[in-house]
């Protein structure tokens, strides 16, 4: 790792212009000093977040290089640098950025070496999605939560910035300084393919509680921590990564419901906001995409809202912001609507020279460019990115997936299962009783990096337990074929846990199949808690909100008795025969004791 003597060569004085007796380079006049020195090609690139792919910034796998030269026209992340001049880096699972913390501390090393090595070079904002849950792109050995919809079942806000300082703590150690988490959309819509359980849930109070405290534990931390998707994503019954969703929200709505969360991050001194790709007529009538709207983001979210933090597009490459205008268009309506940053456009080539001749030809000024850099430089300053832009081996090591860090984990998912019936007592399980057990269901592939798959990770806790579990995959859809087999299975069985996803027509086949064998049937909503409603006959539901493996794990305690029931319903279960009325309200769940 270089010196800090060679740092400060590589970087031209920057970090000695910025720095005063080693305070934080809070002061604008030398941020805006350093802005008035960047070419414009520097500024443009500034704006910038991209995905590169490789587990190095210089020596990537071939198939890395590969990718990245199709892509984006150069070999690797200290090329992509050189090149454009990015501001930021976004690391992803499937570009080969996340293979364990070493590499990751290393990686993140070699992009902030290869950008502070250019001429007036600054370090690079790195960012990911770890959001925990379902959206993670750190697995193991990293710690990871519950996602957002059991932290809003277990309902403590003190849990909730446990999550943000032990997840920030390790992505700081990582060199990962910008975390696309907290989502603040309230998810008011069973149907929301996207959001769902990524929302803490369908209350706009309680959300708001949980999303100041998570910013308040990742900023603590010294990571920023980004609201998520404004103006609100929580009431779509279509994904924007494939299409254009419409919010049909009153603006009267929009304020009671969608933008609560907003202003409690707002108040808790949020560092980023980002946009989402939906059509919000209540609010803009244009029929422009949040992202481009600058009535929603200038006028709102500037304006009314008071923000004058970092704006984060959701990523440039997602359909909702991309079936109006072409991919050179996107970047400079984002930019004229009041963006600091373009996240991950489907090529940075396109984009970047769209922005340049935008402001070549005066469309865009170089001033307007100048209010978002000097956002952008603000933020790196307060995470102290030019004071100390490496991060080593050594904080990987002694931070990230303690011990301490996993039992922290492990005690919150405990408090977020949630017992939805419980016929004739018949939770907890006893051991003496129900000593054999099948585990069946979906398997969905792993969310975040853990060993998977949930009717293994299921089988073995239970195991360790004292039962004699055993696993039978049966998958999301499973045919006759397979319900017969798992139906068979039962047989020998003492009681029988099945895994629900999203349930479908075929899976709700299983279990009523199951349930018809006279065997005991505990099932467990891994997904959406809405699947309970379809299945009215099960004597035991649970609802774990994830699939990941300290959820699974805290639902099979739950099962055993070793952890009481203590979730409680973060939205609304509407009755299947008539979704008009509730089934379960905000606030049920059940206890062992009643």
Known sequence: ?????????????????????????????????????????????????MRVYGHSATAPDQADIDANLQEIGVRTAAEMIAKYRVGGIIYFTWAHNTRDPHQIADLSDGIQRASLRQPRGLPVLISTDQEHGIVCRVGAPATLFPGAMAVGAGGSRTDARTLGIIAGQELRALGIRQNYAPVADVNVNPANPVIGVRSFGADPQAVARLVAAEVRGYQGAGVAATAKHFP???????????????????????????????????????????????????????????????????????GELG???????????????????????VPVLALKAGVDQLLNPPSLDVAWNAVLKAVQDGELTEAR?????????????????????????????????????????????????????NEKRLLPLSRRTHRELLVVGADPASPSGTTGPPTGVLAAALTELGFTATALSTGTAPSAATVARAVIAAQEADAVIVGTYNITAAQKTLVEQLVATGK???????????????????????ASYSWTDVELRAAARVIAGKAAPRGRLPVPVQRADDPAKVLYPVGYGLSYGR
């Open 1 to 49: 790792m270089p010196s800090r003597r060679t740092v400060l060569a590589a970087t031209a004085g920057v970090a000695a212009t910025l720095a005063v007796s080693g305070t934080a380079y809070a002061d604008d006049n030398k941020l805006r000093s350093l802005v008035s020195r960047m070419t414009l090609p520097e500024k443009v690139g500034q704006l910038f977040v």
């Open 232 to 302: 609100g994503h929580g009431d779509t019954a279509v994904d924007s990564h494939y299409g254009f969703p419409v919010i049909t929200h009153s603006r009267e709505l929009w304020e009671k419901l969608d933008a609560v969360p907003f202003r409690a991050a707002i108040r808790a001194g949020i560092d980023s906001v980002m946009t989402a790709h939906i059509q919000f007529p209540a609010l803009d009538a244009s029929g422009d995409p949040a992202t481009l709207s600058h009535p929603i983001l200038t006028g709102i979210l500037r």
């Open 307 to 329: 923000y004058d933090g970092v704006v984060v597009t959701d990523s440039l490459g997602m359909e909702g912001v991309r079936q109006k205008y072409g991919d050179d268009r």
């Open 369 to 421: 460019l100048d209010e978002s850099i000097l956002r952008i430089l603000r933020l790196k300053a307060r995470l102290r990115l030019f004071e100390k832009p490496y991060v080593g081996q050594g904080g990987a090591t002694r931070t990230v997936g303690t011990p301490a860090h996993l039992a922290a984990a492990d005690r919150i998912a405990e408090r977020t299962t949630t017992l939805l019936v």
């Open 520 to 542: 005991p049937v505990i099932a467990i909503a891994i997904r959406n808690p809405y699947d309970v409603a379809q299945l009215p006959t099960v004597p035991a539901y649970l």
